[in-house]
């Protein structure tokens, strides 16, 4: 019954980023003046799962978890009375297709950490499409998002399971920077083309990766022939509306970061700045979560079912009020006429 299930699951929340993940996640856990949210986490050993959630609950700052709650045993974990229902832990492997759709069942939102995605992710879209249930992840690679939207955007429609891909660093501050520079124009103006800059900055300390990061932007790199061959393979059909909160509607496709506005000549630039904490354990983390909390709390204002990219889910929402509200910062650094 729907008053059974829990609300996220992180799946893969034992991996490197998938424990910074459930950090942030706790810190919502229990929301002011709401009902504590039920959280799961999943993945193959019950162990690394109990030994990443007491470490995740330290490094969120919440209470400790309560003794003898994070064993096997248990299969669940608590904080000190903080009114919140436990944390509980599902296991469940990428490989064993039952057990990821014994999970579907006990959820509403799943967050998948299980990467490279291309390696890894498409078992757990296929288990929440067919299930019915929303899904998220934080891949960057272009090639599995296109591939998912192929093979399961018209089940999903079906279902009703709103799979969101990209939701970490790789690709919500480009997106929604656009969707802010956009919101600058005056309607019905909008630009006719944006060009990004990316600046990575380190204060005392190397930037530095994890393996799984790496291994996805090798097998990114080595099967771009990949990526060219399914997008010529994919019939045309309408770009779905990036969803900017206003009456300004321009389109956007996965492959095309230009918005298009036919008629006048341009006759203004703004420039606009999107910065934020470390990118990938500190950003990715909040703009992932962020997201989950909107398909939570938002879910009957969002896309019945479909795979679709992080704006035209999120960009009719408060989500990026959300993320300044969370570390990111969106600023216009200057307008001027052309």
């Known amino acids: 019954m729907a008053e059974d299930l829990v609300d996220i699951v992180v799946l893969g929340a034992s991996g490197f980023t998938g424990k910074y993940v459930l950090r942030e996640l706790l810190k919502f856990r229990n929301p002011a003046g709401r009902e504590p949210r039920k959280i799961a986490i999943a993945g193959r050993s019950k162990k690394k799962l109990a030994a990443a959630l007491t470490w995740a609950a330290a490094a969120a700052g919440a209470a400790s978890t309560s003794a003898g709650r994070t064993t096997t045993k248990d299969l669940e974990s608590s904080f000190s ?23 579907c069942k ?26 019915g249930v929303d899904y998220l992840d934080i891949t960057g690679e272009p090639e599995f998002m296109e591939r998912m939207e192929l093979l399961y955007h018209e089940k999903a429609k079906q279902t009703g399971s709103l799979v969101v891909s990209a939701c970490g660093y790789d690709s919500i501050p480009a997106e929604f920077g656009v969707i802010f520079n956009t919101q600058q124009f005056d309607a019905p103006s909008v630009p006719n083309s944006v060009d990004s800059y990316l600046v990575l900055e380190s204060v005392g300390h190397n930037i ?77 983390p909040i703009v992932c979560i962020q997201a989950a909390l909107v398909m939570l709390d938002e879910r009957k204002h969002l896309p019945k079912g479909g795979v679709y990219t992080p704006g035209v889910v999120f960009g009719g929402t408060d989500y990026l009020q959300r993320l300044q509200k969370n570390g990111l910062t969106f600023d216009v650094i200057s307008t001027t006429k052309i």
Not at 84 to 99: F, L, Q
Not at 211 to 231: C, F, H, I, P, Y
Not at 276 to 284: A, D, H, L, N
């Open 106 to 131: 006990k959820t509403k939102v799943v967050v998948s950490c299980v990467g490279p995605y291309r390696k890894y992710g498409q078992p757990v879209v296929e288990a929440c499409v067919e299930a």
């Open 208 to 284: 530095k990766g994890n393996l799984g990061t790496w291994e996805s932007a090798v097998l990114g790199t080595a099967n771009m022939a990949d990526l060219q061959k399914l997008r010529k393979s994919r019939p045309r059909r309408a770009r779905p509306q990036l969803n900017l909160g206003s009456d300004q509607q321009p389109q956007m496709l996965y492959a095309d970061s230009r918005t298009i506005s036919p008629g006048k000549e341009p006759d203004k630039q703004v420039v606009t700045r999107v910065s934020g904490p470390e990118v990938g354990y500190v950003t990715t």
């Open 81 to 103: 009375d903080d009114g919140a229902p436990p944390v509980v832990i599902y296991e469940a492997d990428i490989t064993n297709v039952a057990s990821l759709r014994a999970v």
